[in-house]
């Protein structure tokens, strides 16, 4: 149960510094007492929650750090989302150009670089460095997975003389985020760590849509377009879609809504039955009995249960392939499915992978990614620490990052979205 | 001044009638009960108006209007919006296969083809008209421009026994809508008239982003990057690009942000002054001498007041080219200005006007259109009139079409948006 | 040995009727002495076959069929190709529009459509059927795989007063094609039978491009971005693609090409060696060694030597898995690799499959298809049968059909576009 | 009247050094001796011409620079065309990599940048400066337009030790290319000035396809599509849309192939009327009567004699515009009849101008750059000089400038192109 306290937000120490900002036009300045409701809902039904607020991001009029003599940094961990550079190349000119930082780094390869041990060097931001950047996908900087020692990180930004840390990424590396802001407390430092959260998935709590998501929308689409192509124009057709989503159905979701041509959508948030009078395989064969074509998006974490079953079964049977992955799993079961039944089906399988998520930026996320990076510089110069940029309501918000990886995000099976979906499929219970 | 009488929904009469949606699974049935507030924020300078919320759109469990003798029929007016074909396509689908209404029609070219003096027939839509049009910029049903009489309409209404009436378009469209509804109250009719929102330039009131507006954005922003790459490639090279947007500048201001490499942007909320030494051409001619290159975008109703001085200035002169847009013109003030200061430029124009508005929607306005149409669907099964759908905080709401109509929405200097585009442009005061 | 009499052209009689063509400006009338030289080269290495040319395709002043009483079908078969539609739409529009042919019908489902077995009945192609086709993937006839039995086609020809027959499809059902050709003469029908190319592998004889070849790459260049960008991001970051190209390797070397970011490239026409001092993986090793990161292109049919060597191994083993295919095989390769020698690398796959195929053609495709299908209908009135349009040159040509399936195009290694991908690859010798 | 002196090609001296290519796979050398006929057909109608040839490009075994010791330019001159970037990367990777050059130059702004009162400095060329580029439109080396005296221009190869001077332009660049290969002759200088054709036009003879014509088309086309589906979502609309083409219509023309909606295409080469029964605008008031909607395509350098008429008549009159561009002409003139006819029109005027050529360049077209950029080194190492690629029947070729720029390419009114657009628009003679 979530209390005001979670929603606190630290702040290294005081802000007695003008904002170099106030020479520019149209700054608007926020105060630390505007604050956003969790709930804009009112009603019977909406009553928990509704006192609980987050405190606003954007830029303070007295600011913590002394511009001229501060260097932020910026580290860009985990896997790849759409607007990773334009987070980069803001980071960089909201520091560089609006509070004429003199300083700006670059972690290469994640937290790796700051490893000394990676042998990596630290990137020197300029104005040549970032100039195209944001129009590729990827990040400039490299990434790379897992955490590293919190004490060997605050040990290199003592060395660099970082006053701000900029991370980049998804739960793991807010955690790791978390863990630096407490080693820095600990040693009594005065430095900022401050997240900006990215993840493919949309699974971040706090975050309403990260960047990158649209655009893998977008692309996922695409595909979704291309195999229901595949399936009108076979008869008895089947156009098979994996795509991401671990833990939440958010891809899978979103790309079959603005597909509209999905016919079944399945995700980790809502267990499927496969066989069985109400199964998902009694409808699909009822769907090609009737419109003779079929386009099914699974989200690759959906469906776990019937794996881990049919990975058991496997133990003591042999000569099988044991799936790794729930789209091969799936495509097997269909094919068996009709096979006994002797129902002859032409179904493609298409797997779309890292594709989706390796483009550049779409506009909306290119827009989305240059806001939480300036909000991120805005909050690191007025000295908020451990605190993460969310956003809710269409408003940017400091979350404390401890209260934000505490939960995680997951599609509501009674949200517009979800049930968007179900309209929009026509899908059935199962 | 807003009061709560502002946001009241009028309803035709009573909701005796199941759902036929409860039949389905998923539904997230919302209660008339659920409001969602106006203001979000909480903080010292944010007390007005807090207390004010607007009805929650979303299927009702129970409804108005019996579906298995219900008629509905949309329209779509006005200029093309990305989006217009998917908001066609779900108002059918939620109509035929959710509510299972057995009579969905589409008028053809706005509400011209309610009027029989059109010699235009109404179109029975089937599951075969709609099945690809999602893929396909511009609506299927046609569009126009121009009221017809409330009176010629609604006698369309009851001849074709149409019960909903679902109204997309603008201001001007919702303006209709809104004298249709009132004259079905003024006869005592048993009919909704439901307005969808449509403005590419963004700028109906209670709507947070209208479809279409991200896919406008899209294109815009390849413009735009054409625009720079011209610039960049030739010895003082502008690029100089005017976007849609009479009123607001959202466009504008939106693509810029997008694109990055725009260091001006001239929008109808902010006044420009073109000379003297904190003009916009001085400005331009600093940028000049130390970046070689520069990207200038100007919204359609930008400068107004400038092209109206000039104009009058033109009567007593004689053979000069009056200027009908602001792009002209102002490309034609560059090339005086810097002819005058014998500075050799490289201006190229680019004015893509419709090119950004009839191609498909985008992922993200595919999802909004959907939503809003089949939001916009439950509120006429529910027998609610005089309404538009609304979009505050990523909720989709009721809002009177009255209210709606009486205000504009316009780029707020003060919002996140207009100040990103300030601090990624360093564009000056002036 | 190719000889004169193989690109002689099969005549069903007498051209006695006046081309309603003639009725039209700019039509270019072209005769049947109108040949182009197989080869236009002149030197010393050309000197064989310089003497072969084959005839000119075009609209013929005089012709075969009276266009008033006859009626033309298209049948689309096999795997998709970008451009399917757009064929479609043209032959339609050539025989209605310009032939004012009253009969156009369209088969369902590839030639099982004319096997009245199937059940499928013939569509008559109309304006509106054909309307908005050529911005769609795929074919709206519907495909389908597999021979049919000659006499059961001819006998729905005669059936339906079939008068001309364009088979869309590549090798199989250019076959198929020539033994219906065979099958009229045989019963001394006046029936046209021409045939139009269709391969995405781009791997029909006297086709130097087959429609929907520039589409494929240019989707597939797509995912070579998207891997490279991920192999950047990574330390030691491996992208690898599997692409279309099961005999040959054109999409591969092509979409290598026009990337310029890959570093590998495999084709079934150039074996491979993956072990030992001078095979891939140490050569993949090196370029890791010495860039951090690498782009592998594989076509779906290289290394099948290497495949059925492993299958063969795997007999007696047991629980590993048997690849069904080249990408994965070949992954798992590279994983045992650097394990065996103790480097961490970081290795994203990517198998586009259908993707690349099921989209719309983009405009080079859409000339292509407009041009082959307008030939094969000039060619098809003109009583030419058993004949398919080639493509050399760029000239469109007559082939007979029997020439064309006798041989198979496949990737020459002295060829511009293998020269070009070893010099941008630098790819060394196996 | 052509010869086979105007095909022969200058070198500046034996070839003596072996190719370090040799050291390279599958490099397919050619011979001298290897040529490509001019005409490729026979038959009664193409006598003319048929001995001539022309020298196929490529890779020579024997070179006539030491590549160790020699220095390569390239300069790219005139308006941009996609493709630019890629054929700077791939000169610079062939005569870095394969030919081992050790320094490879770039030249600002075009030929300004070798004439030293610019004050431009050349770059020189490095893997990182190249790395990104064939991503991105334009020209990073940047452009201009204008002559510059070949003395000076030699004057700087000398200075800087330019060996090889590859000068990336339309005719005007040729030109230019010319006359410094000729004061390069006159002084006995040993330099090699060869010419790489770029025109978005595509009306350079000799060369079949320009690189960035089909990217052009692709953009082009899609604001066709554009322009169509805002003709017909309005009552009588029209959509016209004016597309590059100075002299020659291949862009309009190939644009409205590709689109198969464009209903009137007016080009350079076919003059047009505008007024009386069997003009223009009878045949779209016709065409509007019928068919409620059209979409007309204008080159901008069609109907010039109209437009120097309606100059001319304008003299006297006063008040009004005088357009300076056919496509606003066009506009007027069909509002202008309309009106006198009291018939309502919905016209939708689309002028994309620089849009369409400042995008990155599709994958046929990176494929073109850079073959044709390779294909300028093996000739400038191998000492040819005052030569451009040409590029017919699909094989790279080398042309004598002075004999391509005593040329200019235009649409063959007989040609397949223009006999296609023919077809495909129903278009009448006027």
Redesign the interface.
């Known amino acids: 149960m979530l209390t005001e306290k979670d929603f606190e937000i630290t702040t290294l120490g005081p802000c007695a510094i003008d904002s170099p900002l106030r020479r ?5 300045f926020i ?1 630390d ?5 969790l709930q ?7 009553a928990d929650g509704m006192e609980l ?1 987050v405190e ?1 991001a ?2 303070r009029e007295r600011i913590h750090f002394e511009p001229r003599w501060s260097c932020g940094a910026v580290v860009t961990c985990g896997g ?1 989302s759409p607007g990773l550079n ?1 987070v980069i ?2 980071v960089y ?2 520091l560089a ?2 509070y004429e930082v003199p300083r700006v780094l670059g972690v290469r ?1 994640g937290y ?1 670089g700051l490893n000394p041990e990676s042998g990596l060097k630290l990137v020197e931001l300029t104005p040549a460095y970032v100039d ?1 950047i ?6 400039v900087l ?3 997975r897992g955490p590293q020692d919190p004490a060997v990180i605050v040990d290199a930004l003592v060395r660099e003389s970082i006053d701000m840390l900029f991370c980049v990424g998804g739960d793991g590396t807010q955690r790791g985020a978390a863990k630096i802001a407490a080693e820095v407390q600990r040693r009594g430092l005065d430095k900022a760590i401050v997240g900006i959260p990215k993840t493919i998935d949309n699974d971040i709590e706090f975050v ?1 849509t990260s960047f990158g998501y ?1 655009t893998a ?2 692309k996922a ?3 979704l ?3 229901h ?2 399936a ?4 008895n057709g089947i156009g098979l879609v994996k795509l991401m989503g671990r833990d939440a159905g958010f891809i899978a979701a ?2 079959a ?4 041509d999905a016919n079944f959508v399945l995700i980790p948030e809502v267990p499927v039955r496969l066989d069985g009078e109400h199964g998902f395989l009694a409808a699909l064969e009822h769907r090609l009995a009737t419109r003779e074509h079929a386009l099914v998006v699974v989200a690759e974490g959906a469906c776990q249960d019937l794996l881990n079953r049919a990975r058991a079964a496997e133990t003591d049977a ?2 099988n ?1 044991l799936h790794e992955d729930v789209g091969l799993f799936l495509r097997d079961e269909i094919k068996r499915y009709f096979k006994a039944k002797g129902i002859a089906i032409n179904l ?8 989706i ?3 550049p930026a ?3 996320d ?2 989305l990614s ?2 939480m990076a ?1 909000m991120a510089v805005h909050a690191g110069m007025a000295g908020k620490t451990g605190v993460m940029i969310g956003s ?5 918000v400091h979350v404390p990052i401890t209260t934000s990886i505490a939960h995680r995000k997951r599609v509501d ?4 979205l ?3 979906v ?3 499929t ?4 199962w």
Request: aromatic residues 8%; glycine residues 10%.
């Open positions: 520019l036009r149209d700054v608007g105060e007492s505007s604050r956003v409701r804009p809902k009112i009603g019977p039904q909406y607020s606003e954007g830029p790849l334009n190349r803001s000119s909201e150009y609006n390869n790796m195209h944001h129009d590729m996908g990827g990040t490299g990434s790379s309403y649209y929308l977008e689409q695409e595909v377009r291309g195999a192509v595949e009108r124009c076979a008869p979103g790309a809504l603005a597909s509209q042999s000569g392939i493609k399988y298409l797997d779309p992978s890292y594709f998520r390796s483009v779409n506009s909306s290119r827009i240059d806001q300036r809710i309501h269409n408003e940017l099976t009674a949200s517009d979800w049930t968007a179900m309209r929009s026509g899908q059935p219970a």
